[in-house]
Each structure stands twice: as C-alpha cells, then as structure tokens.
T-cell receptor, first 113, second 114 residues
Framework: ELKVEQNPLFLSMQEGKNYTIYCNYS?????LYWYRQDPGKSLESLFV?????AVKQEGRLMASLDTKARLSTLHITAAVHDLSATYFC?????????????FGKGTKLTVNP | ETGVTQSPTHLIKTRGQQVTLRCSSQ?????VSWYQQALGQGPQFIFQ???????GRGNFPPRFSGLQFPNYSSELNVNALELDDSALYLC?????????????FGPGTRLTVT
C-alpha cells in the first residue's frame, strides 16, 4: 500500500525566513502533486512534478522531485504571512482501473510577523 | 475557481440517518472522484466514477455509495451515518486518460454527525 509521509506536520516560522517541507512516499511514482488548503476551504493546486529532477517555482515557493529517493521538497523563501496555510503533497496511483491521489497528512504552516 | 461546485456547503445529521451530497463537475470532465477529509488529516479516496459506473474504490464500506449522471454531475450517498463520518467531503473532476492526472477540487461539503 502506498504511504505518503510529510514532515514537519506543524511549522511556525517568522516572516523573512526560509524553510523546507519534506514529502516521502513508499512506492515508485513519477507524479507528485502539491496542494495548498486554507482553513475551511478546498484544495488549490500548486505544482505538478512529472519526472526525476523536476523543479518548479512560483513566487516564494519552489518544489522539487527526486524519484530515486522517493522524496519531494517544498521550499519556502522569505516567508510572508499570506503563505500561512496547510500544504499537502500527493502521489497518484492506479487502483482497480482508477487513478487516485494518495495524500500526506499535511503540513500546517503559520508565518508570524 | 475550479468550475466544480458542491452542495450543500454544510450539513448536520444525526447518527443512523442517511445523507446525499452533490457535485457538479467542470465542463467536459467525464470522471469524478470523491474524497473524505477528516479534521487534521489529508483527503482519503472514497471512489471514482467514469461514464456513470464506479471505476475504483478506496477502503470505505458499502454504505458509501455514489451515482454519476449523463451530464457528469454526481452524488455521494452515505447510509447509517456514524459519528466518524463527520468530515469535509470533496469531489474532484478530471478527464479520463489525461496525463498527468489533473483533478479539480470543489469547495467541499462539511458534514457533522451528532
């Protein structure tokens, strides 16, 4: 069974600082997704990483994928308060003819002034 | 906005009751997946429908069932509600065969079972 683990689960950081969220998964996959969720809201797609070594950047967020290590990272540069949210990574897998996403538990990020 | 809508937004039910949640997919999308997100957890796959048939199921009991209609809107039905069914229910629409998988999530229905 595919397992997706994120760490840390909770992250409190000051504005202007850098930090990295890690996402490990247990079986081979070359599709890794990052989502953002604000309290009480749905999931907003941030990045889709499609191959080993893939790197994508949007604003202060940069995601990378190492399929050999089964590891993805989400790096936050010079954090601002607006980045406060819960971030999920997900891996897709085929099960019984359907393609589904398997999510980590999420990393709740709080950026303090 | 993803173009995926869900109703109702919030719902309170009593243990043992039945509930129906609705989802309207993004235009042109023929596949809908349902996820359950308990408080403080990541979403968990319930099942997927493609062309009005169940196309895969996660680790959920048969009292969770669904329907997909010809216009690709869908329903999630839960019978004999239990307290642990309290969660945010998300539907996600996608296009079968699209690579990579792009699932567009709706805003969710918050179900509280008392």
């Amino acid at each position: 069974e595919l397992k997706v683990e994120q760490n840390p689960l909770f992250l409190s950081m000051q504005e202007g600082k850098n930090y990295t969220i890690y996402c490990n998964y247990s079986t081979t996959s070359d599709r890794l997704y990052w989502y953002r969720q604000d309290p009480g809201k749905s999931l907003e797609s941030l990045f889709v990483l499609l191959s080993n070594g893939a790197v994508k950047q949007e604003g202060r967020l940069m995601a990378s994928l190492d399929t050999k290590a089964r590891l993805s990272t989400l790096h936050i540069t010079a954090a601002v308060h607006d980045l406060s949210a819960t971030y999920f990574c997900a891996v897709d897998m085929l099960q019984g003819g359907s393609e589904k996403l398997v999510f980590g538990k999420g990393t709740k990020l709080t950026v303090n002034p | 906005e993803t173009g995926v809508t869900q109703s109702p937004t919030h719902l309170i039910k009593t243990r043992g009751q039945q509930v129906t949640l609705r989802c309207s997919s993004q235009s042109g999308h023929n596949t809908v997946s349902w996820y359950q997100q308990a408080l403080g957890q990541g979403p968990q796959f319930i099942f997927q429908y493609y062309r009005e048939e169940e196309n895969g199921r996660g680790n959920f009991p048969p009292r969770f069932s669904g329907l997909q209609f010809p216009n690709y809107s869908s329903e999630l039905n839960v019978n004999a509600l239990e307290l642990d069914d309290s969660a945010l229910y998300l539907c996600a629409s996608s296009l079968e065969g699209r690579d990579p998988l792009e699932q567009y999530f709706g805003p969710g229905t918050r179900l509280t079972v008392t």
